[in-house]
């Protein structure tokens, strides 16, 4: 074998081995894929404003929206191995979305399959009923 030849050989066994590693992580880790759109006070949400999912009080996934609303959020399955990486432990799992913060409705479960969902995000105004009646009191 000539040194040419050799190198040829070496190059391709190194592509084999990372393209067999990159594979194997495609294959073993799940990720639960949610697609959709997004609505604040009854408007598509608009670009660039900050999604996150999470689990209890632990976030999963980050994204931001683009045009008209719509989003992609990737949530990982938990791995043991990988501690320090939130994730899905069962299908089980409440996920909550919120958009800059505020949580969006309907919460969902992960699935084996991608999901597609429109979400929205309705704020109230919240006011205390003492702070209420001292308005209310300013004009009588």
């Known amino acids: 074998m000539t040194k040419k030849a050799l190198m040829r050989f ?3 066994c190194l592509f084999v081995v990372l393209l067999l ?12 894929v949610v697609t959709g759109t997004i609505q604040f006070q009854g408007r598509p949400a608009a670009k660039d404003l900050d999604l996150a999912a999470y689990i209890n009080d632990a976030r999963v ?5 683009t045009e008209e609303g719509k989003f992609e959020l990737r949530i990982p399955e938990y791995d043991p191995d990988n501690p320090n990486v ?27 399959e991608k999901l597609k969902i429109d979400l929205s ?6 006011v205390k009923l003492s702070t209420w009646g001292k308005i209310k009191a300013l004009f009588k």
Do not use: C, R
């Open 10 to 12: 070496t190059l391709l």
């Open 21 to 32: 590693s990159s594979a194997q992580g495609l294959i073993y880790s799940n990720v639960f």
């Open 61 to 65: 996934a980050k994204a931001k929206t």
């Open 86 to 112: 939130n994730g899905f432990h069962s299908f089980d799992d409440v996920i909550l979305v919120k958009l800059e913060g505020k949580e969006a409705k309907p919460t969902f479960n992960p699935k084996p």
């Open 121 to 126: 995000v309705e704020t109230t105004l919240d």
